[in-house]
Every structure is written in C-alpha cells, then in structure tokens.
C-alpha cells in the first residue's frame, strides 16, 4: 500500500509542469518514507480526530504526525520507541500494516507481534486488534489445525469372551539378543 501510494505521489509530482521536479526511474527511499508518513497522517486526520478523549498524553512531532508520550522517555532508546506514532485499531491501514509485519515475521503470534509494532508504533488496543487480524490469517489457520484422529475402535470378540487359559494364545517377540557364548537368541512370550 506504501509504494502504490508513493506510484500515485510520483504520479501527482509529474503531473506538475515544473520540468525540474520531473521523477523517473524507481522508487527512492526518501519517497517510500514520505509516503508512508502522508498515510499516518491522512489515518490520524481521519480516525483520530478527538485526542482529548484518550488516557494517554499525544503530541504532533515536526512532521505533522500525531505520537504517543511514553513512560520511558528518559530511556537512551530511538525516539521513536518511547514515542510510538499512534494508529487506530481496525483501519484498513493499521490491519495492512500488521499483516505485512505477520509475513516478514514468519507468521509471528500475537507477543512478537507486539513487540515489533511497539518499537514504531502504538496501535490503541492493539492486542484485540492483533488477534482479529491474526485470526483471520489462513496459512496460520492451516498450521494451528488439529489433525483429525478416530475414537478408540472395539477389540475383537476373542479377547472379550471368557474362555480357558491358553485357550486364546498371543506371541511377542523381543530380540535379537546376544548370549555370552556369542549365541543368538529371541523372547518369545505367549500371553
Ligand atoms: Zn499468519
């Protein structure tokens, strides 16, 4: 989603008729990151737009984007860690976001989940979030799957029936078993 994004961005920037912002060839990392803060953005403006109403204490860094002040900040950390960018549960960009980190991850379950997304960012009720969206991942539906087993079948009527000893006779064999004279001997055992 960043990168079409970026495509659309590239595509608006060379629509403009100033030549000298003309872009071609691939993407560079300055627009796949500028683009993927515009999304933040445009998801704040639109889903979070009371930031009086949470718990917590928020903040707009310099690039206009909406953060989260942590507890931690006396931390010697990346600041984006004890300031996490603040993203809405159940949004199309949050729930793309948390698939594209599931994948790269291997399919992680819920705990890594959550310390992979916390180093960046602070999803609100992100584990109830997590576990909808890994939830409705079906590569790990397939994994998490319990092979099918049968119940226990009946025995058979000759080891249910009363009969005399050694009536109904059964053999076990253990072995190959060496002798001290270098023999070699087996266990047969009628039961
Ligand atoms: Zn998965």
New binding site residues.
Partial sequence: MIRVFAWVLRFVNNCHKDYNKYKEHELSVAEVENSEKQLIRLTQTYYLPDVESFKFVTFIDNDNILRVKSKITERNDESSFFCPILLPDKREFTKLFIRSI??KNC?AGIQIMQSLIRKRFWIIRDRKTLKSI?ND?????RFKVKSQSSGPSPLPSYRVTDCAIFEVVGIDLAGLLFLKTGEKVWITLFT
């Avoid at 991942?137 to 539906?141: K, S």
């Fill in positions: 599931h994948k399919h890994l991942c079906v590569i790990c539906a």
